[in-house]
C-alpha cells in the first residue's frame, strides 16, 4: 500500500518538502495543504512586487494549486488549515471552507513557518495596519496604495522586510518614517556597518528613528495619529508592521513536539522531531550553527528550503541529512548592499572564541575601471587558531559576493591564513587580482604573526574622548589632509616618511593612518624597521570616522 504523507503548509519548506518527495518515490501518496490561497509563492519577492519593481503579480507566484498538482502528482488543498494533529491516530484535522476534514497519515511534515509578531502597541487594534509575508498581503498594501494615495507610511521595525518595504514606499512615492526600537537598524548586523545603511536612507529620502518605539496609534478623522516612546507624535497615512517573526508553534505544540530553547520545533539531521514519523522544516524549526554548534532561529528561504528537501526525501524512502546553517544573508536599498555571515565580533566573544577583528575598505572592481565602488568589511576570526568565523560588511555592488566567498570558506573551516591564498576571478570590470578577502586574509594574517602592528579605530577614540593626546600621523596626500582629520595628527606623506623622521618621537607610540589602511601600512612598516614603535589604524580614516558617528 501507498505511504501516505501530509504536509502542512506550502511555500518554501512545504512545498520543496512535497516536490523532493515526489522526486524521490512514485509510490507515496501526498496531500499539501496551505491555509492561504497560494501554496508556491516568492516571499521574499513581495516587497519589491509592491515596490513595483517586480511589475508582473504572476513573477511572485511560482505555483498555482493546478501546476503544483499536475506536476508533482500530489493532492494540493488551499484554504485549508490545519487544526488538530492526533499522532495516535495518525490523522490530520483540516478546517476548509467546507467545514472539517480528517486526513489519515504516515509520514506528517510541519512547515507552518512563521508568524509576524505584533508589539503591544495602545491601540494597535482600532487601526488599520498591514504586514509582509504574504500574497494577500501585499495585494492589500497595493490595493490601499492605489486607493488612498497615502503620502506618508510608518514602518516599524527596521530589519530585512522593514528596509525593503521602505524602500518600497519610495518607489510609490510616498515617504516613509521608520522606527526601530534597537539601537540601530538592521541590528543583527554591527552597528559600525549598519550606520552606513541607516544615513543611506535618510540620504534617499527616509525619516529614520532608532532606539524608540512606538506606543500608541489613534485612528483621525484624516490619518493615523502615531505617539513615540520619547514623546514626539507623528501623523502617517499608512501603517506597515515589519516587527520580526516568531515560529508558529501552537499546532506542533498541542501534539506533543518538543520546542528548543528559541522557541522553535527541534529536529534532528534528517528533521525528524521527537514524535514518530512527525517531521518538521522552515522557519519553525530551529537549526544547528555549523560554527558554535548550538541552536538558533533563522527565518530565510535557504534553510527552509534545504530542509524541506531534507524532510521530503527522508518521508518518502531517501537517505539524507541536513547539516546546519551558517547565517548568510543580504539586503539592498536603492543601490547600497548590506551581506553577512557567520558571527559577529560580539557573538563570537559571547561563545567563548577568543576573536578579534579587522576592518578594510578596498574597490569593488579594479580601481582603474570607470564606475567603481567601494566595500567595507569587517572581518572575525579566532586569535588561537585564525579561524575566520565571519564577515559583515556593506558598500556597493559585489557586496554579496564576497559574503558568500566567507561563506564557503567558513563552512570549510578555513582561516584567515587560508583567505591569504584563496584564488577568486579577476577581471577589471569584476574585481582587483587582489580580491577584498585576500586582502583581510592578509591584513588579519599579519596580526596573528606579529607583524600586522594594527590598532582598531576604537582604540584611537577611546584616547582622543580621554584626552591623552595620541601621536598621530596622517600619511595622505596634502590634499586629502586638507579635509577630514584626525585631531592633533600631523601630515607627513607616506612616500616622504623616511624623510621626515626628525618631526616623530621616538619615545613616544606613533599612531599612523591614511584612508582606509593600506597606506598606513606602508608607512608602519618603515618606522618599524627604522626602530619606532608604531602601530596601523585597521581601517584608516574612514573606519574611524564610522566608529565616532556611532560612538
Do not use: W
Request: with cysteine; charged share 25%; proline share 4%.
Amino acid at each position: 500500500m501507498d505511504r501516505k504523507i501530509v504536509i502542512i503548509g506550502g511555500v518554501a519548506a512545504g512545498a520543496t518538502g512535497a516536490a523532493k518527495a515526489r522526486r524521490t518515490s512514485e509510490d507515496v501518496q501526498i496531500t499539501m495543504a496551505e491555509k492561504g490561497r497560494y501554496i508556491s509563492f516568492a516571499n521574499c519577492g513581495l516587497p519589491y512586487y509592491t515596490g513595483g519593481v517586480i511589475e508582473s503579480r504572476n513573477s511572485v507566484l511560482l505555483h498555482t494549486k493546478k501546476t503544483f498538482g499536475d506536476r508533482f502528482n500530489a493532492e494540493v488543498l488551499v484554504n485549508t488549515e490545519a487544526v488538530e494533529i492526533d499522532p495516535a491516530k495518525k490523522t490530520v484535522v483540516f478546517r476548509t471552507p467546507d467545514g472539517m476534514t480528517e486526513r489519515p497519515y504516515d509520514k506528517l511534515l510541519i512547515a507552518t513557518g512563521a508568524k509576524t509578531f505584533i508589539p503591544n502597541i495602545d491601540g494597535i487594534d482600532t487601526v488599520p495596519y498591514f504586514t509582509m509575508r504574504t500574497v494577500e498581503d501585499a495585494d492589500g498594501v497595493k490595493a490601499f496604495i492605489e486607493n488612498n494615495k497615502p503620502k506618508t507610511a510608518l514602518v516599524i521595525g527596521a530589519g530585512f522586510i522593514g528596509i525593503e518595504v521602505a524602500e518600497a514606499m519610495l518607489h510609490c512615492g510616498i515617504k516613509p518614517t521608520v522606527v526601530e526600537a534597537l539601537p540601530e537598524v538592521m541590528p543583527n548586523f554591527p552597528k559600525i556597518v549598519a550606520m552606513n545603511l541607516r544615513e543611506k536612507m535618510i540620504e534617499e529620502g527616509c525619516e529614520v528613528i532608532v532606539n524608540t518605539f512606538v506606543k500608541k496609534l489613534e485612528k483621525t478623522d484624516n490619518n493615523i495619529s502615531v505617539e513615540l516612546s520619547d514623546g514626539r507624535k507623528l501623523a502617517t497615512d499608512l501603517v506597515l508592521m515589519c516587527t520580526g517573526v516568531k515560529p508558529d508553534v501552537s499546532l506542533a505544540v498541542s501534539a506533543g513536539v518538543e520546542l528548543g530553547q528559541r522557541g522553535g520545533i527541534l529536529t534532528d539531521e534528517r528533521m525528524l522531531t521527537n514524535v514518530a514519523d512527525i517531521y518538521a522544516a522552515g522557519d519553525v524549526v530551529e537549526k544547528t550553527n555549523l560554527i558554535t554548534g548550538k541552536k538558533m532561529l533563522l527565518p530565510l528561504a535557504g534553510p527552509a528550503n534545504r530542509e524541506g528537501r531534507t524532510a521530503g526525501t527522508n518521508m518518502a524512502g531517501g537517505d539524507m541529512i541536513f547539516k546546519g546553517v551558517i547565517g548568510s544573508s543580504v539586503l539592498g536599498f536603492q543601490g547600497f548592499v548590506m551581506a553577512q555571515t557567520g558571527l559577529t565580533y560580539e557573538q563570537a566573544l559571547a561563545e567563548g572564541f577568543d576573536a578579534d577583528y579587522v576592518y578594510t575598505e578596498d574597490v569593488n572592481t579594479s580601481s582603474y575601471y570607470p564606475g567603481h565602488g567601494y566595500i567595507f568589511m569587517m572581518t572575525v576570526y579566532d586569535k588561537k587558531t585564525g579561524r575566520l568565523l565571519g564577515l559583515s560588511a556593506c558598500g556597493a555592488d559585489g557586496t554579496e559576493k564576497r559574503a558568500d566567498e566567507a561563506a564557503v570558506a567558513i563552512y570549510a573551516g578555513l582561516s584567515v591564513y587560508d583567505l591569504e591564498h584563496l584564488e577568486f576571478c579577476y577581471a577589471p570590470p569584476f574585481a582587483s587580482a587582489k580580491d577584498n578577502l585576500n586582502i583581510a586574509g592578509f591584513v588579519a594574517s599579519n596580526n596573528l604573526r606579529g607583524i600586522g602592528y594594527t590598532v582598531a579605530p576604537e582604540f584611537i577614540l577611546e584616547k582622543m574622548k580621554k584626552n591623552e593626546k595620541p601621536q598621530l600621523i596622517d600619511v595622505r596626500s596634502s590634499l586629502e589632509f586638507k579635509g577630514p582629520k584626525l585631531e592633533g595628527a600631523i601630515n607627513i606623506f607616506v612616500n616622504d616618511v623616511r624623510k621626515n623622521t626628525d618631526k616623530i618621537d621616538r619615545s613616544r607610540p606613533v599612531y599612523v593612518y591614511c584612508a582606509v589602511g593600506f597606506r598606513g601600512y606602508l608607512a608602519v612598516r618603515t618606522l618599524r624597521n627604522l626602530g619606532y614603535e608604531a602601530y596601523n589604524i585597521t581601517g584608516g580614516i574612514e573606519a574611524y570616522n564610522r566608529a565616532a558617528r556611532i560612538a
